[in-house]
């Protein structure tokens, strides 16, 4: 599809750099108190860098996974398209 999720990295304050398949790309805020039930872990920072694609998902070890369609409708929402993680937060 898509909205298969072809690049994913990490960020602080639970943010991530995403690159879909049609090359849409942007970043997502997960917020704090959403992380609960199956996906607190995520509230730990190591953990959350461990983040990988699995068959187009943003995925964590133990079987977390998020929504890549949903993740595509607010990077979409952003109105904005970057060519590379640096450029989405500032860095160098």
Not at 18 to 40: I, P
Not at 50 to 55: A, E, S
Request: net charge negative; hydrophobic share 45%.
């Amino acid at each position: 599809m898509y909205w298969d999720v072809v690049e994913v990295k990490a960020a602080p304050e639970y943010r991530l750099f995403v690159r879909f398949k049609d090359g849409l790309a942007g970043r997502v805020q997960l917020r704090r108190e959403d992380l609960t039930g199956a996906l607190a872990p995520l509230l730990d920072a190591q953990f959350f860098e461990q983040v990988f694609i699995d068959c187009g998902a943003v995925a964590w070890p133990g079987e977390i996974d998020l929504a890549p369609d949903a993740m595509y409708a607010q990077v979409a929402s952003q109105g904005r398209e970057r060519s590379s993680v640096g450029e989405i937060f500032d860095w160098k």
